[in-house]
């Protein structure tokens, strides 16, 4: 059984940092790409950031360019999202997100549960 979990959410002030983790199980996690989407109160969920399996390659949103970093363990099964410079409207659950490799990275066939992120002012 596949299983995604999040963990490192919390409360931080405007400028500050946070750094999730995804500790991956059931599957075979070198052969999979890893994404983090996220989902804002009354919004629809939207991607974050990927990494391929090969960790060579990421990709972010224009919302969060320069300011998140993507990285992977493949030895720890572990995704992780180092965020700076966190915004109010970074405030959100964070998803972690796997997609085999052969399909698009924007279309994950496993979810984790989340972790909410909530950033004051």
């Known amino acids: 059984q596949v299983q995604l979990v999040e963990s490192g959410g919390g409360l931080v002030q405007a400028g500050g940092s946070l750094r999730l983790s995804c500790a991956a199980s059931g599957l075979t996690f070198s052969i999979y790409h890893m994404d983090w989407f996220r989902q804002a109160p009354g919004k629809e969920r939207e991607f974050v950031a990927a990494?391929?399996?090969?960790?060579?390659?990421?990709y972010y949103a224009d919302s969060v360019k320069g300011r998140f970093t993507i990285s992977r363990d493949n030895a720890k099964n572990t995704v992780y999202l180092q965020m700076n410079s966190l915004k109010p409207e970074d405030t959100a659950v964070y998803y972690c997100?796997?997609?085999?490799?052969?399909?698009?990275?924007?279309?994950?066939?496993?979810w984790g549960q989340g972790t909410q992120v909530t950033v004051s002012s």
């Open positions: 990494i391929k399996s090969s960790g060579r390659n990421t």
């Open positions: 997100a796997a997609a085999v490799v052969g399909t698009s990275y924007t279309s994950p066939a496993y």
